[in-house]
């Protein structure tokens, strides 16, 4: 090899880890938002209401054969 080749390989080299190190960083950047979309969301569902005045045994069984 001569030294415009290796010269080459090394641009070649850094230039492929900095491509990597800028992905993955977006990547991160994508994750954090999508879980604070998610964890909006989330936030914004409210719990179904408790019953009121039900038989204590309303609801403890699944009819399966229906």
Do not use: H
């Not at 080459?8 to 230039?15: C, G, M």
């Not at 909006?40 to 309303?58: E, F, H, K, S, Y």
């Amino acid at each position: 090899m001569n030294v415009t080749g290796i010269a080459a390989l090394s641009t070649t080299i850094a230039e492929t880890g900095r491509k990597e190190e800028v992905a993955v960083t977006m990547l991160k950047k994508q994750q954090d938002a999508q879980k604070t979309a998610i964890t909006q969301i989330l936030d914004g569902i409210t719990p179904p209401p408790a019953p009121q005045n039900l038989p204590p045994n309303l609801g403890s069984k699944i009819n399966t054969t229906a």
